[in-house]
């Protein structure tokens, strides 16, 4: 293939490059002898294209932040036409159309009331600001709760690698070592049907795990400044969708305690899970709503945090004061970043996009009810367009594989070989396909994992193949 850019390095060059000097994210410098590393060099719609001129389907948006497929036309214009503008800007002590429009566009579409935006980068600096912003407010409002330090999350959360995010965090290997530099954080069960923590069964439950967070909640309400919770499912844990009913008894008891609810939707936002944000599905309005991965369409690093005038309003003052909020980066609300997020949200408002997830979402459904026959199946997870297969050795008895089988990377791996990308979470096979998929694209993931699974299950010699 001679598509490389003419300055570009060969392929073993790159490769050794990578070798040598790339740190990846999540990564230990042993690379798993089935995971050579994939070189992407370009991409047409929901396909990724390597070196070799290998074509791949994105199947996990690349990392879940993809919406519309890459190389969008509309897209990518937003882009042009803000550098032949400014490429970045500065929001410290001063303004740039693409910020303001897309601030007022986010509280246009956010729950009623969320009429503040705070711009920053990732997904775990969105959840950062929104941590510090419910502590400081604690601090200054009318009848100052300074008691109020403490955070209470699910078991399994995971809100981004940033220590105060890290802090809220619960997924061992990401979380537990660094134990010592965290905030504190309480924890409330895991609403978790498959392995229920309390060993109770849906519907006869009555969601019992939602009165036990209420409970842990009502106790530590003098404490406790913020409850944050990704809304809809818990992606980073596996893929498990929160039970229906679990938010608006959570939002319940929240309002009742006066402890903020901080809603994580970075990875559940723009319509992931059918709805342009997943509290939406039980219209509950929450105090922080975050937002990274899908706000720009998956094109550029852009973050937001929005919240109420009422809170915002509690960092007035005059300057000598101190009391605004003393918290911000580089790159916040960066032009380049709020125009292609001003784009990606034009498209979503177009007629029969909303129609169009929603006729992914049940081909999706369809497409899973085919695992339910394999005994290497344990569990079959969605909400939305955010799925998870949990492979096991056996279903009967729920036992997993020990997880030095890299049972899921073994499978991925077969599937890169097929022409899908999908990376899983443990033993989690995550499908998790841009929104702008065709119904045919979900069928031949699931098909093609399908196959992965019968091939593994005919004697797990996926890893040769
Ligand atoms: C990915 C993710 C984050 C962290 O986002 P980054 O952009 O990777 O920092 C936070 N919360 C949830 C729910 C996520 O899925």
């Given at each position: 293939m001679s598509s490389n850019s003419p300055d570009q390095p060969d392929r073993a060059t790159l490769e050794r490059w990578d070798a040598d000097h790339l740190w990846h994210?999540?990564?230990?410098?042993?690379?798993?002898?089935?995971?050579?590393p994939l070189i992407i060099d370009r991409a047409e719609g929901c396909w990724l294209i390597d070196l070799d001129g290998n074509r791949y389907l994105d199947g996990t948006s690349s990392l879940w932040c993809n919406i519309h497929?890459?190389?969008?036309p509309e897209l990518d214009l937003a882009i042009r036409n803000q550098l032949s503008r400014v490429a970045h800007s500065t929001l410290l002590g001063a303004s740039h159309a693409p910020a303001i429009v897309l601030a007022r566009r986010l509280a246009e579409l956010?729950?009623?009331?969320?009429s503040r935006v705070f711009f920053s980068d990732d997904g775990a600096t969105a959840v950062e600001a929104a941590l510090k912003m419910s502590f400081q407010y604690q601090l200054q409002r009318?009848?100052?709760?300074?008691?109020?330090?403490l955070f209470l999350s699910l078991r399994?959360?995971?809100?981004?690698?940033t220590l105060g995010a890290v802090g809220v965090g619960d997924l061992g290997l990401f979380h537990d070592r660094f134990g010592p530099l965290r905030v504190a954080a309480l924890h409330a069960c895991?609403?978790?049907?498959?392995?229920c923590p309390l060993n109770l069964k849906r519907?006869?439950?009555?969601?019992?795990c939602a009165a036990e967070a209420a409970q842990l909640i009502r106790k530590h309400a003098d404490q406790l400044s913020a409850v944050i919770i990704e809304p809809g499912i818990q992606g980073a844990a596996g893929m498990i969708p929160l039970p229906d009913g679990y938010l608006t008894q959570i939002r319940e008891v929240t309002r009742h305690c006066d402890v903020h609810l901080i809603a994580d939707?970075?990875?559940?936002?723009?319509?992931?899970?059918?709805?342009?944000?997943?509290?939406e599905g039980e219209k509950v309005i929450p105090d922080f709503l975050c937002l990274a991965k899908g706000l720009t369409g998956g094109y550029l690093p852009l973050a937001a945090t929005l919240t109420s005038s009422e809170i915002h309003s509690?960092?007035?003052?005059?300057?000598?004061?101190?009391?605004?909020?003393y918290h911000g980066h580089t790159?916040?609300?960066n032009p380049l970043g709020a125009a292609v997020a001003l784009a990606n949200l034009e498209l979503m408002a177009r007629p029969g996009f909303a129609a169009h997830v929603a006729e992914l979402i049940s081909t999706l459904e369809q497409e899973l009810?085919?695992?339910?026959?394999?005994?290497?199946?344990?569990d079959i997870r969605q909400r939305g367009l955010m799925a998870g297969v949990e492979i096991m050795k056996d279903r009967g008895s729920g036992e997993s594989f020990p997880s030095s089988a890299c049972v899921g990377k073994i499978i991925c791996g077969w599937m890169r070989q097929k022409g899908v990308l999908l990376r899983p979470l443990g033993d989690t096979i995550v499908i998790m396909p841009?929104?702008?998929?065709s119904s045919d694209d979900i069928r031949h993931i699931c098909q093609t994992l399908m196959q992965a699974i019968l091939a593994f299950e005919d004697g797990g010699q996926l890893g040769k193949v």
């Open positions: 994210p999540f990564s230990s410098p042993t690379v798993h002898p089935t995971d050579p497929g890459h190389r969008v956010a729950p009623a009331g969320l009318d009848d100052p709760k300074p008691g109020k330090s399994g959360a995971y809100h981004g690698d895991q609403p978790a049907c498959y392995r519907p006869t439950c009555g969601i019992a939707e970075v990875a559940t936002g723009f319509y992931r899970t059918g709805t342009m944000f997943a509290c509690a960092f007035a003052g005059r300057p000598e004061a101190g009391r605004g909020f790159y916040t609300g009810c085919g695992f339910q026959r394999f005994s290497t199946v344990g841009p929104l702008a998929s």
